[in-house]
């Protein structure tokens, strides 16, 4: 299975237009398909087929370009730069990026409606990415991220970053414990996991930010541009890196100790996300 070619795919199923293409623009940028990888990585471990899960893994990533995509735009992060490539309101206009970021997350649903599973399984899953993307999770924490004031503190920064980064990196992980047929207290274990995950990649994103330029990140700097509290102007870099390491230790350990399910590959792929240079 190629996901790019099936990113692709699904693109093409939608009516030409400049939307369109400003959606296959930001989609197929390039990107490290972390959120789909969770997923096929965790139902392998549980023993399932990872095709199972292809409509919900392609719906995650248009979620999470849409996010990208919004995030850039002058109201928000005011951003030029992303994967390398002007952002999608500097290569189209403004206009377009929000409505190619509508589109992709309205399109999100209609793939996830397709998946070949059976109907509570669905609903569940597309309860599960309504509910981790929405207004009481990846939306609730860019809300706290654009209200940040002169009293955050680390706490503040660690219940943005629970909800903007860790509720998408959640999601994967619960859904596939849901394709499994594993019991709620079960999805809800790999809801904490993938918090904790969460809270390391934005450490990691924000030590990076300091230790990286904006081409070789490929993407603008604007926590620093705007002036934005992170884990290293809060912690200093030495505390943010060993708080990085210690996350994702932890992350593993989690992962190894469920039962019933075979961790190897999915523990590889968080070391790899660990290392990571942008």
Request: glycine content about 8%; overall charge negative; proline content about 3%.
């Amino acid at each position: 299975m190629n996901f790019e070619e099936e990113l692709n795919r699904a693109i093409d199923q939608i009516t030409d237009s400049r939307t369109r293409e400003a959606m296959r623009y930001s989609l197929l940028a390039g990107g490290k398909r972390i959120r789909p990888s969770l997923l096929f990585l965790a139902l392998k471990g549980y023993g399932k087929d990872e095709a199972e899960g292809l409509p919900f893994a392609i719906a995650l990533e248009m979620i999470h370009t849409y996010s990208l995509i919004h995030d850039d735009l002058p109201a928000m992060d005011n951003d030029d730069l992303r994967r390398g490539r002007p952002t999608c309101h500097r290569q189209f206009d403004e206009a377009t990026a929000i409505l190619a970021g509508d589109g992709l997350l309205t399109y999100a649903f209609t793939m996830a409606s397709g998946a070949d599973v059976p109907a509570e399984k669905k609903v569940k899953c597309i309860s599960i990415l309504a509910e981790m993307a929405g207004p009481d999770g990846m939306v609730y924490g860019q809300t706290l991220d654009m209200a940040e004031d002169s009293t955050y503190d680390f706490e503040a920064l660690k219940k943005v970053h629970k909800y903007k980064t860790g509720c998408l990196l959640s999601a994967p992980l619960m859904m596939a414990a849901v394709l499994a047929d594993q019991e709620d207290a079960v999805v809800e274990h790999w809801h904490e996991i993938g918090d904790t995950i969460g809270l390391a990649f934005q450490v990691q994103d924000d030590i990076l930010d300091v230790l990286e330029t904006p081409e070789q990140l490929g993407k603008s700097n604007s926590d620093e541009r705007n002036e934005k509290v992170t884990s290293v102007s809060l912690l200093g870099l030495d505390k943010a890196e060993q708080l990085m390491d210690s996350l994702y230790e932890e992350s593993e350990k989690e992962i190894e100790e469920v039962r019933g399910f075979e961790g190897k590959e999915l523990v590889d792929l968080i070391q790899g996300i660990a290392t990571r240079k942008k």
